[in-house]
């Protein structure tokens, strides 16, 4: 759909035309070159013997048969299977219940909010620091239940691989639930006051209100609040990192660390290239229906 | 976001309520301590002696307060084999953290505008493939990027660094601009052109001004989520171009001598200061950018 | 049927007055209308007495029983909100039985009230819809049955037509007249549409920064309001409201108007009004004219106490049925109402004739009705 050109059209007519065009091409230049580019790039390494260093020659699926015969991954995949549900379900459980409280009229609300939320403004390596210290079996929890008087206390899930990954749960949870509070707070004090006040009339209690009709309308905000913790969960890399470094052992190996540790500690381009794009195709899975309903929504 | 106009319904007094009110606090009040006493604990750690660390308990307060260990995060401890503490790092985050707002907001800024108020045909879709690199997992590009910055030379030094951030950064900048803007009235866009105003004469004498709120929730976001990054600069930089949340990690994670809580507590606080200080001052818009990454469109 | 009395109801938001001191009797069945400028506290005031916001000073009794400290759903009232405020995630049914599923009525109770009720207002085959696939006439009547379902002894509406388009608007009203005809329960109606006002009120509370100005029938209202607020509120075109002076002229009452700029006009009182306003030479007053009282001179059946007088029109403004004929004195556009076939085009010199026997006298400095 090239624009007319007219003989009597004035040259800055024309260009004024075409800038916001050349303005935001380069952006869509840099976005095709560095994401789809990229994400091409990858994709195709994936399916070459690339080791240590790139190699151009196709090999079909062997790097994924390499793969999928690493029993790190499915140790990772395990992981962000449980992670994932729990800190989805437990944040989400968190968010809703301190939102509902925040919203009954709370005259310090403003304090308790920032309260909340500031670990939402941490590094993730802080966090990690932070919970590992306190989860520190020698000088943390255990340490300080034990000196309180219970001396078999017992609370070692840092060091034990079979619970390892639950301390990432909590950490994750620390940082993150108070912003799935902000979220649904946002949405309650987004619902019309004469909703709510049609329901006083109606005579329905706080409960019946909230569950009866605030929620439901609320129902686009769950989806997104789920969506960006899902989100959140398949990126976690930091946490993972800076509390347990992927151990004991790779006990608390998630799909981002096992990408990385093939990728920059062992050289394997291949296998980390193909763990990259099954993270991909997951991602996609889950974000594309959303943004594609979310922008569809828009227009209307 | 508070909502004062419901306040005043009458509602049934008397003990059940008052029952109510106080389980409530209670509630409230057990989850603040919830979220601050890991604060609580990073500080009072910070601040004892090692003998004060092995001989206490983790919650209790520090008896001789010593600021040692943070002289020594800040300025002494050893980050590989390097033991100037975290100060150069810090110096590396701000000089990666400002070029890589300032150029990523404008950016974004510029962007948005053009794609929502100079409408031309593809603009949405245009708008949804830009979009989608907000949500791509960064382990995907992490491979070509590393080859990428290579062969342009800026390999493990901060103006790579930069780069990276600004580029995976446009997504989410372009996003919050667009959403700002598409509030904003195309009528008075219609008017400055019928006064005769061209692309960027509007963009910097009328749109820019009015949307100042936006430039702050888009720094401030910006702001946080580069000062917290550890995967862009654990990849991308080597050693002396660390930024601070590497070499946090670095300091932490050495196993060399004697394990010093304190100075780790300390260095944590000292990587987390820049966003924290943000935040309490600028918590409102904070809170903002966080919904508008999560209320897409 | 309940009546509804307040008794000197204050409201204050932190330091600023809302309501502030008003004593209001409704008796059982009336259809009492609040009407008045926004920001004058009359949704405040409808708020206060469905139990939406806790009243600072005073008592509110409902049906003779003191309700200050009764939560709305023990209240026996119910409401139309201006948005209709329906429960978008419900179907139509479900938004009628949500109050009575509150309350725990019987299911077969519910589905028989839900059946009179869409009956009545025509909604029948709206009832398996969600509020999103209705037009706004349809979630107005929506919105009423919600209200109707639960048979309460007070209505309570808060501006219910202000969102529907013009035609729409004067169909509900008249409904709302036939329901209230039909079904005789006490209503209380927030507008700031005059016309609702006139048309809809057994009695009219005009309300104006917090205080009940005139609490009266909407003809008392329109003949005889208490004070120059009053009388500039309701009617439309406004009354014209000229400053002038009481003189004596060869033993008659006048008000004198105009001048210097314009030649004044000397309008002679009708005896009843000079008993009341004349023997204070000199004293300011406003004298007060609806528009349908100046007519084309000679066009209306000859009466007592007419006021001729001659100006040039300045602005000619037909509304169909009338024509306004518009002329500059006394530093306003003083507005008369002519028959079409009477009017002239700008800048003719035109007779009017003004009937003295519906003017109205105002002290200039209280304001009040003499």
């Given at each position: 759909m090239a624009p007319r050109t007219h003989s009597t059209v004035p040259l800055g007519q024309k260009i004024e035309l075409w800038l916001?065009?050349?303005?935001?091409?380069?952006?869509?230049?840099?976005?095709?070159?560095?994401?789809?580019?990229?994400?091409?790039?990858?994709?195709?390494?994936?399916?070459?013997?690339?080791?240590?260093?790139?190699?151009?020659?196709?090999?079909?699926?062997?790097?994924?048969?390499?793969?999928?015969?690493?029993?790190?991954?499915?140790?990772?995949?395990?992981?962000?299977?449980?992670?994932?549900?729990?800190?989805?379900?437990?944040?989400?459980?968190?968010?809703?219940?301190?939102?509902?409280?925040?919203?009954?009229?709370?005259?310090?609300?403003?304090?308790?909010?920032?309260?909340?939320?500031?670990?939402?403004?941490?590094?993730?390596?802080?966090?990690?620091?932070?919970?590992?210290?306190?989860l520190n079996p020698g000088l943390g929890i255990q340490n300080f239940v034990r000196k309180a008087g219970f001396e078999e206390f017992t609370f070692d899930w840092l060091v034990n691989s079979d619970y390892a990954i639950y301390t990432i749960v909590i950490a994750a949870v620390w940082q993150s639930s108070g912003y799935a509070m902000a979220l649904f707070l946002a949405g309650l004090r987004s619902?019309?006051?004469?909703?709510?006040?049609?329901?006083?009339?109606?005579?329905?209690?706080?409960?019946?209100?909230?569950?009866?009709?605030?929620?439901?309308?609320?129902?686009?905000?769950?989806?997104?609040?789920?969506?960006?913790?899902?989100?959140?969960?398949?990126?976690?890399f930091d946490l993972v990192i800076a509390l347990t470094g992927g151990g004991p052992?790779?006990?608390?190996?998630?799909?981002?660390?096992?990408?990385?540790?093939?990728?920059?500690?062992?050289?394997?381009?291949?296998?980390?290239?193909?763990?990259?794009?099954?993270?991909?195709a997951t991602v996609i899975a889950i974000v594309v229906p959303y943004l594609y309903s979310e922008l569809r929504g828009t227009k209307q | 976001m508070s909502r004062n106009n419901l306040g005043g319904i009458v509602q049934q007094k008397g003990t059940r309520h008052l029952m109510m009110r106080t389980l409530l606090f209670l509630t409230l009040g057990v989850f603040c301590l919830y979220y601050l006493i890991p604060l609580i604990v990073m500080i009072a750690t910070s601040l004892k002696s090692l003998e004060e660390i092995r001989a206490g308990s983790l919650l209790s307060l520090p008896q001789d307060v010593t600021f040692d260990a943070w002289a020594k995060a800040w300025s002494s401890a050893c980050v590989g084999v390097r033991c100037d503490g975290l100060k150069p790092f810090f110096w590396n985050s701000v000089a990666m953290v400002v070029p890589a707002v300032t150029i990523s907001t404008i950016l974004g800024a510029l962007n948005g505008y053009a794609l929502t108020k100079w409408r031309f045909p593809g603009a949405d879709i245009i708008f949804a493939l830009i979009l989608f690199g907000a949500f791509i997992p960064f382990q995907v590009i992490l491979l070509p990027m590393a080859r990428t910055l290579g062969v342009l030379g800026l390999a493990g030094t901060i103006p790579g660094l930069v780069l990276v951030h600004v580029i995976y950064g446009l997504a989410f900048t372009t996003l919050f601009f667009r959403n700002f803007f598409i509030g904003v009235s195309s009528g008075i866009i219609q008017a400055a052109q019928i006064d005769g105003a061209g692309f960027f004469g509007i963009f910097f004498r009328i749109v820019l001004p009015m949307s100042l709120p936006a430039v702050v929730v888009t720094v401030i976001w910006q702001y946080t989520q580069i000062c917290n990054d550890f995967l862009f600069g654990i990849a991308?930089?080597?050693?002396?171009?660390?930024?601070?949340?590497?070499?946090?990690?670095?300091?932490?994670?050495?196993?060399?001598?004697?394990?010093?809580?304190?100075?780790?507590?300390?260095?944590?606080?000292?990587?987390?200061?820049?966003?924290?200080?943000?935040?309490?001052?600028?918590?409102?818009?904070?809170?903002?950018?966080?919904s508008a990454g999560a209320v897409k469109g | 049927m309940s009546d509804i009395r307040l008794e000197m109801v204050k409201k204050n938001f932190g330091a600023t007055e809302v309501i502030k001191g008003i004593d209001l009797a409704i008796d059982p069945g009336e259809f009492v209308v609040l009407v008045g400028p926004s920001g004058c506290g009359k949704s405040t005031l409808l708020n206060l007495i469905a139990g939406l916001e806790t009243i600072t000073e005073g008592n509110i009794y409902i049906g003779g029983k003191r309700v200050n400290d009764t939560p709305p759903r023990d209240r026996n009232i119910a409401m139309v909100f201006q948005s209709y405020a329906l429960y978008p995630t419900k179907t139509v049914r479900n938004n009628i039985t949500f109050g009575m599923v509150s309350r725990g009525i019987p299911k077969a109770d519910q589905d028989a009230a839900v059946a009179e009720i869409s009956t009545l207002l025509q909604i029948e085959r709206l009832l398996s819809r969600k509020p999103g696939q209705l037009s706004g006439g349809q979630r107005q009547r929506v919105a009423m049955g919600r209200a109707l379902v639960r048979k309460p002894d007070v209505f309570l509406f808060d501006e219910p037509l202000s969102n529907l388009d013009a035609k729409l608007r004067i169909e509900m009203r008249t409904e709302i007249k036939k329901l209230h005809q039909r079904l005789g329960k006490t209503i209380v109606y927030v507008t700031h549409d005059q016309i609702e006002a006139m048309t809809l009120a057994s009695r009219i509370a005009v309300m104006d920064n917090g205080h009940i100005?005139?609490?009266?029938?909407?003809?008392?209202?329109?003949?005889?309001?208490?004070?120059?607020?009053?009388?500039?509120?309701?009617?439309?075109?406004?009354?014209?409201?000229?400053?002038?002076?009481?003189?004596?002229?060869?033993?008659?009452?006048?008000?004198?108007?105009?001048?210097?700029?314009?030649?004044?006009?000397?309008?002679?009182?009708?005896?009843?009004?000079?008993?009341?306003?004349?023997?204070?030479?000199?004293?300011?007053?406003?004298?007060?004219?609806?528009?349908?009282?100046?007519?084309?001179?000679?066009?209306?059946?000859?009466?007592?106490?007419?006021?001729?007088?001659?100006?040039?029109?300045?602005?000619v403004e037909p509304t169909g049925p009338d024509t306004m004929i518009l002329f500059h004195h006394a530093g306003l556009d003083v507005v008369a109402r002519v028959r079409p076939e009477d009017a002239r085009p700008e800048g003719t010199l035109f007779m009017f004739e003004a009937d003295m026997e519906k003017a109205k006298l105002f002290d200039a400095k209280t304001t009040l009705r003499i």
């Open positions: 916001p065009r050349f303005v935001v091409s380069p952006l869509f230049a840099l976005s095709l070159f560095f994401v789809y580019g990229f994400i091409l790039w990858t994709v195709y390494i994936s399916f070459t013997k690339s080791g240590v260093m790139p190699n151009y020659s196709f090999e079909g699926l062997s790097q994924y048969e390499r793969l999928w015969a690493t029993p790190r991954l499915y140790v990772a995949l395990g992981n962000m299977f449980v992670f994932s549900a729990l800190f989805i379900g437990i944040s989400l459980a968190i968010g809703i219940f301190l939102a509902i409280l925040l919203d009954q009229r709370v005259r310090i609300e403003g304090v308790i909010r920032t309260i909340y939320l500031y670990p939402m403004a941490l590094s993730f390596i802080v966090t990690g620091t932070v919970w590992k210290w306190i619902v019309d006051d004469e909703i709510l006040k049609a329901a006083a009339i109606d005579g329905a209690g706080s409960f019946r209100t909230y569950f009866s009709v605030v929620l439901p309308i609320m129902r686009p905000v769950f989806l997104s609040t789920v969506i960006i913790l899902a989100h959140l969960a398949i990126k976690s052992g790779y006990a608390t190996a998630m799909p981002a660390t096992f990408m990385y540790s093939f990728a920059f500690q062992r050289s394997e381009l291949g296998v980390a290239a193909a763990s990259a794009v099954m993270m991909l | 991308f930089t080597v050693g002396d171009s660390n930024p601070v949340t590497v070499a946090l990690n670095n300091v932490v994670n050495t196993s060399t001598g004697v394990k010093e809580y304190n100075v780790d507590m300390a260095a944590a606080i000292i990587a987390a200061l820049p966003t924290l200080a943000v935040y309490v001052i600028a918590g409102a818009y904070f809170v903002r950018g966080l | 100005r005139q609490f009266a029938d909407p003809k008392t209202i329109y003949e005889d309001p208490v004070d120059l607020f009053v009388a500039g509120f309701m009617g439309s075109p406004p009354m014209n409201m000229m400053p002038g002076k009481i003189r004596t002229l060869g033993g008659q009452c006048v008000v004198s108007t105009g001048g210097p700029e314009d030649e004044p006009l000397d309008f002679l009182l009708p005896p009843a009004l000079s008993e009341r306003a004349c023997g204070q030479e000199g004293r300011d007053v406003i004298l007060g004219l609806r528009p349908e009282a100046i007519f084309a001179a000679g066009t209306e059946l000859p009466g007592a106490n007419r006021f001729i007088f001659e100006r040039p029109i300045s602005v």
